[in-house]
């Protein structure tokens, strides 16, 4: 069974720094793109940002909102996905959601979907 | 950036209803358009990708259609479980743009 589980959010003040992991199980955490998903109290979903796998360089790519301030990395051998914020904003305030990016081809091109997410976890910027 | 425009933003409708959901791109997305569904406190599901093709599990009362810049989700025959937000994604180039969601409502 395919499994992603975020931890590490919680209180923060405004300015400090807060990591959140995402540890994957069900499939090999290596072969997939992970990307990073927030959702604001009672807002829609705004995406964060993504790193690809080992075979794609594991480069990075990132929503304006958060670039210069937020880092994904990735750990293979341990199947867990990081997202380290820092300079904290209140307005980064959200539920943080971690997704498996599946890579499909389609009218000689490709593209991707989010087909699996983890259960989320709050953060709360506040002083 | 391209933007993702949905509408309407809240569609009440009655089970056995049929209702369409329209997501617009502020440029072509060819038909690299993902649609999710949300339930309160729970994370997105993924109904549909490459515009049209029905995520594996899905029910056959949902379907998407477009290409381009229009896109459409129409549910037939509403079920209890229907009654969620729902958001479009556009998958053509970074950042990966969410529409802001459709609240399908009991009417």
């Known amino acids: 069974e395919v499994q992603l589980v975020e931890s590490g959010g919680g209180l923060v003040q405004p300015g400090r720094s807060l990591r959140l992991s995402c540890t994957v199980s069900?499939?090999?955490?290596?072969?997939?793109?992970i990307n990073w998903v927030r959702q604001a109290p009672g807002k829609g979903l705004e995406w964060v940002g993504f790193?690809?796998?080992?075979?794609?360089?594991?480069?990075?790519d990132y929503a304006t909102s958060v670039k210069g301030r937020f880092t994904i990395s990735r750990d293979d051998s341990k199947s867990i996905a990081y997202l380290q914020m820092n300079s904290l904003k209140t307005e980064d305030t959200a539920v943080y959601y971690c997704?498996?990016?599946?890579?499909?081809?389609?009218?000689?091109?490709?593209?991707?979907?989010?087909?699996?997410w983890g259960q989320g976890t709050l953060v709360t910027v506040s002083s | 950036d391209i933007q993702m425009t949905q509408s309407p933003s809240s569609l009440p409708a009655s089970i056995g209803d049929t209702v369409t959901i329209t997501c617009r791109a502020s440029?072509?997305?060819?038909?690299?358009l993902n649609w999710y569904q949300q339930k309160p406190g729970k994370a997105p599901k993924l109904l549909i990708y490459?515009?049209?093709s029905l995520q594996s599990g899905v029910p056959s009362r949902f379907s998407g259609s477009g290409s381009g810049t229009e896109f459409t989700l129409t549910i037939t025959s509403l079920q209890p479980e229907d009654f969620a937000t729902y958001y479009c994604?556009?998958?053509?180039?970074?950042?990966?743009?969410f529409g802001q969601g459709t609240d399908l409502e009991i009417k």
């Open positions: 997704t498996r990016q599946t890579t499909y081809y389609y009218d000689s091109g490709t593209s991707y979907y989010f087909d699996y």
């Open positions: 069900g499939f090999t955490f290596g072969d997939y793109a």
């Open positions: 790193i690809r796998s080992k075979a794609y360089g594991e480069t990075t």
């Open positions: 440029q072509t997305i060819r038909r690299y």
């Open positions: 490459a515009a049209s």
């Open positions: 994604q556009q998958s053509y180039s970074s950042p990966h743009t």
